[in-house]
């Protein structure tokens, strides 16, 4: 069951998406969990559709940034354990690669790619704060495969075990809503300022109804097996709704461009 609009925390891919969208959050966010700086950010949208294939599984990423050194960053919340992560980041990989590499293209301009999960319970089970992974050869681990992939789950559950200030604070507030760090006091006001704003609340609301329907009629697992013309037809009528394009996006699954292209 859905929560309650003025319920909502960081934890929750609403409110998530939400705080994100600020791209000085974002990147301070980005450069905390990677522990390095990053370009100047050149694109930032949430609830991207990526759709490899009318028969192929779409899958809709959180959030998805490109800087202006060409490395892109998608960043997904986690509430719940299904236990599926691993498999999941894989598949989310082998999507963006194949949507950001053009027909024609070389291989080699496939650009540096990051897959961010952040969830408030341990997926991996070894008590880390933090598991990064990259493709290493295991006849000799000092050689790494340079594929320009990179893979991170974050666990709140073991803030306490983080010797960074800033990144235990974050991790220390998703957990248990303690913002003690200039990052998560700014984070904070901001989840009140939307809680305040009533277009964000009906959005929310349109989104909830949304979902509810689309599991009802099946629409969901359609979209999900292929049946990508639905999600347009739906974007259609919104859009003679006069909805905003952005909410129609988030909706429907596809993204802002292809909404803007009906």
Same mark, same amino acid.
């Given at each position: 069951?859905?929560?309650?609009?003025?319920?909502?925390?960081?934890?929750?891919?609403? /409110?998530?998406?939400?705080? /994100?969208?600020?791209? !000085?959050?974002?990147?301070?966010?980005?450069?905390?969990?990677?522990?390095?700086?990053?370009?100047?950010?050149?694109?930032?949208?949430?609830?991207?559709?990526?759709?490899?294939?009318?028969?192929?599984?779409?899958?809709?990423?959180?959030?998805?940034?490109?800087?202006?050194?060409?490395?892109?960053?998608?960043?997904?919340?986690?509430?719940?354990?299904?236990?599926?992560?691993?498999?999941? /980041?894989?598949?989310?990989?082998? !999507?963006?690669?194949?949507?950001?590499?053009?027909?024609?293209?070389?291989?080699?301009? %496939?650009?540096?790619?990051?897959?961010?999960?952040?969830?408030?319970?341990?997926?991996?089970?070894?008590?880390?704060? %933090?598991?990064?992974?990259?493709?290493?050869?295991?006849?000799?681990?000092?050689?790494?495969?340079?594929?320009?992939?990179?893979?991170?789950?974050?666990?709140?559950?073991?803030?306490?075990?983080?010797?960074?200030?800033? %990144?235990?604070?974050?991790?220390?507030?998703?957990?248990?809503?303690? !913002?003690?760090?200039?990052?998560?006091?700014?984070?904070?006001?901001?989840?009140?300022?939307?809680?305040?704003?009533?277009?964000?609340?009906?959005?929310?609301?349109?989104?909830?109804?949304?979902?509810?329907?689309?599991?009802?009629?099946?629409?969901?697992?359609?979209?999900?097996?292929?049946?990508?013309?639905?999600?347009?037809?739906?974007?259609?009528?919104?859009?003679? /709704?006069?909805?905003?394009?952005?909410?129609?996006?988030?909706?429907?699954?596809?993204?802002?461009?292809?909404?803007?292209?009906?």
């Amino acid at each position: 069951m859905k929560k309650k609009f003025d319920e909502l925390t960081l934890a929750d891919d609403f /409110m998530f998406c939400k705080v /994100m969208r600020d791209e !000085a959050i974002c990147k301070e966010f980005l450069e905390m969990v990677l522990a390095d700086k990053i370009g100047k950010i050149t694109y930032l949208s949430s609830q991207n559709a990526v759709v490899t294939g009318s028969e192929s599984k779409s899958v809709r990423l959180d959030l998805l940034i490109k800087d202006e050194a060409g490395k892109s960053y998608d960043i997904e919340m986690q509430i719940s354990n299904e236990h599926n992560i691993p498999k999941r /980041m894989r598949y989310y990989q082998a !999507a963006i690669d194949i949507s950001f590499l053009d027909k024609g293209a070389h291989y080699k301009t %496939l650009n540096d790619s990051y897959i961010i999960f952040v969830c408030v319970f341990d997926a991996l089970g070894k008590g880390k704060p %933090l598991y990064t992974f990259e493709n290493i050869c295991l006849e000799d681990l000092h050689t790494p495969l340079q594929d320009g992939t990179k893979k991170i789950i974050i666990n709140a559950e073991a803030f306490s075990k983080v010797e960074d200030a800033e %990144l235990k604070g974050f991790l220390e507030y998703l957990k248990t809503g303690a !913002a003690n760090t200039d990052l998560t006091g700014r984070i904070e006001a901001m989840i009140r300022t939307v809680k305040q704003n009533e277009q964000a609340r009906q959005e929310y609301r349109f989104m909830s109804a949304f979902e509810m329907d689309a599991r009802e009629e099946g629409i969901q697992q359609g979209i999900e097996q292929g049946a990508y013309q639905k999600a347009f037809e739906t974007a259609k009528n919104l859009l003679a /709704m006069n909805l905003p394009i952005e909410n129609i996006a988030q909706a429907t699954g596809l993204s802002i461009e292809e909404v803007k292209a009906l």
